[in-house]
């Protein structure tokens, strides 16, 4: 099967080592050329902003331009007016290293580049900077001139020879996803499937990183805008549908093995679905007929219908949503294949607009973080201060780009640790490259050729996912602490003082970090799970017409986040994750918050007293199973309903209640109507 892959994608991470090495080869050359002060940053930079698809290493391209402008002025204001008082300047500088992540963590998008890299970039050009103050201007502009013809190569090499386009990578990546939506929809209707919530996640996840690839999409001139139009179309179905596999697969665990016995007419509507779902022959039409079939099935509610009854046409309601969801992925998916607007197919699904995902952003959490990044910082300066020592100036400096890049992780010092151990290597491959292999060489080719081997070795690891992260701290500190210049210099002894005071650097912001970031995933799982109750309770509390695009876009957030972290949740916080509860229970209070509206009065006083209930347990939630009073409240919001004069609005009512009663106590026992209205508590 490998072997059936064109040449260029079996070897993509060996090209992109390749293309990574000449980028970086141009820039140093052209940076020698031009007589730039530190030619080894366009080296650097490189390395820094390639990336395997050319519109994500556009895009961090120019978050990375942005950040290195902003840092460096910034610098030039800070440092000539601050720099006879060296307490206060480092204090300036650990105060807006800390602003700037704190903005890059509440932002969360790739544009958080930018402010990060705003931060550090002070710490970078501003420190080294105290011994001569006169010239900051003249370093900062060194630096902006010594990135941009770094991102430039890098950006040339990489959108010129054999680019990888993001919309041929998220092509792939949706026809992956609507194969695997295939899959679990059938699975869902044979009433099976192993693994089924995980793949509901997996699914959830892979919608969450088309979303995270169409950022990039701006940036890459390899796509058309029809596959940002066509991903923008489908965000909404893609993002809704592990929801409605989950109803669905709740619907027909709750009906039970009795389902296809004593409904055979709906037995033959499953298989019947199944079939259309793996045969794209005439789908429109099939779609149309099958719709039709679940309307004439659809029981009618009124006086005396039994939980049964009402859980069906909450099924069948669903699988209308499916099929129409599913029609609409297989109409834009050949229309973007064959290079036509996909505007011009007609969505049969339509929710509300607006809907997509927004970050989960922790303010608390980023207050945290962005105080470790200051402390690690100072703590640093009050040791180069107090020791007096000339080289120092990277300790606080590498305490800054540690405490930065690795902020957003659940244990940051796991990663700062490993970015310190493998700098470490690159240290000694520095060592070995400066005083045993490059003093005989002479010649700037001989110098590229003994590059070589170890360079697109790094590129080769950054390539590939599970070692990118090794690739690029090597690849990063060996460009930079090799210091290449157009004439020989090596100073061992500055050498080792640099180098020294880069591992101090590492080691501060891994202390600091441990003292200030004591909490794991289990403790950032909590406080994702009690946001998403108190999502809950506003949802059960709020009015307005945008609350369902909003309310999607926040728990879909969330979720991404309590999936990342499954191991760190108790088990019976899991199984609310697993099954998508709160999503699906919140999507059912907004939309029985506007049916309520079209209802008789004791309707909407039961559905309201009802809803006000949930809002106040909600918010005093945490984890383990609701308080079961909540249960009678529903079930007499149901037996209310079920008597309402109304139709569509009755109809509306009644999914929502079942969605609620369903994902918040899936395992008490069916629905009476009559035990409920004589104030019998029900299980």
């Known amino acids: 099967m490998t072997q059936d892959r064109p040449f260029l994608v079996r070897h993509a991470d060996l090209i992109f080592a390749l293309k990574t090495f000449a980028a970086a080869m141009l820039a140093l050359v052209i940076a020698l050329w031009l007589n730039l002060p530190r030619p080894y940053w366009a080296m650097a930079s490189v390395y820094i902003t390639s990336q395997p698809l050319a519109g994500a290493t556009s895009s961090k391209a120019v978050y990375r331009l942005i950040g290195t402008l902003v840092g460096a002025a910034t610098s030039v204001l800070m440092v000539p007016n601050l720099v006879n008082a060296p307490e206060l300047l480092c204090l300036a500088v650990a105060a807006w290293v800390s ?8 932002d969360g998008t790739p544009r958080s580049y930018a402010f990060m890299l705003s931060g550090y970039t002070v710490a970078i050009i501003g420190f080294p900077a105290v011994s001569d103050p006169g010239n900051i201007f003249d370093a900062a502009v060194a630096r902006v001139q010594e990135i941009s013809l770094g991102i430039i190569c890098a950006s040339l090499i990489s959108s010129t020879f054999f680019p990888r386009g993001i ?36 699914l959830l996840r892979e919608a969450v990183e088309l979303e995270t690839l169409q950022v990039h999409l701006a940036y890459d001139r390899l796509s058309d805008v029809g596959t940002a139009q066509a991903l923008r179309m489908l965000r909404p179905h893609m993002l809704l549908l592990p929801a409605i596999l989950a109803s669905i697969n709740d619907r027909i665990t709750a009906l039970g093995p009795r389902l296809r016995t004593d409904h055979p007419g709906l037995a033959r509507l499953f298989d019947d679905i199944s079939a259309w779902i793996v045969d794209d022959s005439d789908a429109p039409q ?41 029609q609409d992925c297989r109409a834009v998916g050949p229309a973007l294949a064959q290079g036509t607007n996909p505007s011009r197919v007609s969505l049969r699904f339509k929710p509300e607009s607006g809907v997509a995902q927004t970050r989960y952003r922790d303010r608390t959490l980023a207050m945290w973080s962005a105080g470790g990044a200051a402390a690690s910082v100072l703590l640093c300066c009050a040791f180069w201060i107090g020791t007096g020592w000339p080289d120092g100036a990277s300790a606080p400096m590498m305490a800054a780009v540690g405490s930065s ?18 700098a470490a290597v690159a240290i000694m491959i520095v060592a070995v490259y400066l005083f045993a292999l490059l003093p005989p060489i002479s010649t700037l080719e001989a110098l590229i050729v003994l590059l070589a081997p170890a360079f697109i070795l ?113 088990e019976i916080a899991r199984r609310d994750v697993d099954n998508l509860s709160q999503l699906r229970v919140g999507l059912n209070i907004i939309d029985l918050r506007r049916a309520r509206h079209h209802l008789s009065p004791t309707s909407l006083h039961a559905i309201d007293r009802m809803l006000d209930r949930l809002a106040t347990a909600f918010r005093s939630h945490s984890e383990g199973p609701m308080p079961r009073s909540l249960l009678s409240d529903i079930d007499a919001a149901l037996a209310a309903t079920v008597d309402d004069p109304g139709a569509a609005a009755k109809e509306d009512a009644l999914l929502g209640l079942v969605g609620i009663r369903r994902g918040l106590f899936p395992d008490s026992p069916a629905y009476g109507a009559h035990s409920s209205l004589s104030g019998q508590r029900v299980a």
């Open 286 to 326: 099939a779609a149309r007929e099958l719709q039709d079939r679940i309307e004439a099935q659809r029981p009618r509610l009124g006086t005396g219908s039994d939980w049964d009854q009402i859980l069906i046409t909450s099924l069948l309601i669903r699988l209308q949503e499916l099929i129409d969801l599913l």
């Open 405 to 422: 890049i690795f902020a957003s992780q659940d244990d940051p010092t796991i990663g700062i640790r490993r970015f310190g151990v493998w």
């Open 458 to 570: 790094f590129g080769y690891l950054m390539a590939r996912p599970a070692t990118t992260s090794i690739g690029t701290a090597l690849g990063v500190n060996a460009a930079t602490l090799m210091a290449l210049q157009s004439a020989y210099a090596a100073d061992f002894v500055a050498f080792a003082n640099s180098s020294i005071a880069f591992i101090i650097g590492i080691v501060a912001a891994i202390v600091v970090t441990r003292t200030a970031r004591s909490v794991g995933a289990e403790w950032i799982a909590h406080r994702v799970l009690r946001a998403g109750w108190v999502s809950l309770a506003v949802a059960a509390e709020h009015r307005g017409r945008r609350d369902r695009a909003s309310f999607l876009g926040a728990m879909l957030g969330r979720l991404d986040q309590l999936v990342q972290r499954l191991a760190a949740i108790p």
């Open 99 to 106: 602003l700037c992540l704190y903005f890059s963590l509440m």
């Open 167 to 202: 919309g041929a990578a998220a092509f792939e990546r949706l026809g992956y996803w609507l194969a695997t939506a295939r899959e679990l929809s059938r699975e869902a209707l044979a009433g099976g499937g192993t693994r089924r919530e995980q793949r509901l996640q997996q």
